[in-house]
T-cell receptor, first 115, second 112 residues
């Protein structure tokens, strides 16, 4: 079956530090990959996505590249802000079959950014 | 445009009690999903629906039932609540594309 593994958290950084959150996956075929963000007290919001190998998703200064050879989709940001404090989820959808577009999530990584 | 609305937002139940969580979407989406979120485990799929009148089991369906009598509503029922069902429950819906997921703001359920 499909699975997503994220780096252990929580992650605590100072403002303007570089962020990397590792994500690796196991899936059949060619999944679409996503990063979702959950701010305190809110639901999940799509942060970025990539649908095929070597695609780079980007949004709000965050980036992630779909690496098929290493089955990875690591999230990066060059300079984090206090407002980036949230929980980040890596996720995938396997196309076709009976998946019905079901999202499979990693365990989430809590990011806290201090001024 | 309200998107996905979940009610209630918070609830405390005693072991053995029953309750229903309501999810309503106003985007005419075909697909609807119920997830539970637990610390260190991400979101896990409980049940889902691919259209009005349909339901199917997800990854962790035991102890829950669902119904989709109307396209816009997806109900999650707990017939006899257990402490292991203490969690945050999220509903989501999407249209035909894989990228159009919309999540509700969640229901925090505590079973004592």
């Amino acid at each position: 079956g499909n699975s997503v593994t994220q780096m252990e958290g929580p992650v605590t950084l100072s403002e303007e530090a570089f962020l990397t959150i590792n994500c690796t996956y196991t899936a059949t075929g060619y999944p679409s990959l996503f990063w979702y963000v959950q701010y305190p007290g809110e639901g999940l919001q799509l942060l970025l996505k990539a649908t095929k190998a070597d695609d780079k998703g980007s949004n709000k200064g965050f980036e992630a590249t779909y690496r098929k050879e290493t089955t990875s989709f690591h999230l990066e940001k060059g300079s984090v802000q206090v407002s980036d404090s949230a929980v980040y989820f890596c996720a995938l959808i396997s196309a076709g079959g009976t998946s019905y577009g079901k999202l499979t999530f990693g365990q989430g990584t809590i990011l806290t950014v201090h001024p | 445009n309200a998107g996905v609305t979940q009610t209630p937002k918070f609830r405390v139940l005693k072991t053995g009690q029953s309750m229903t969580l309501l999810c309503a979407q106003d985007m005419n989406h075909e697909y609807m999903y119920w997830y539970r979120q637990d610390p260190g485990m991400g979101l896990r799929l409980i049940h889902y629906s691919v259209g009005e009148g349909t339901t199917a089991k997800g990854e962790v369906p035991d102890g829950y039932n669902v119904s989709r009598l109307k396209k816009q509503n997806f109900l999650l029922g707990l017939e006899s609540a257990a402490p292991s069902q203490t969690s945050v429950y999220f509903c989501a819906s999407r249209g035909d594309g894989y990228y159009g997921y919309t999540f509700g703001s969640g229901t925090r359920l505590t079973v004592v």
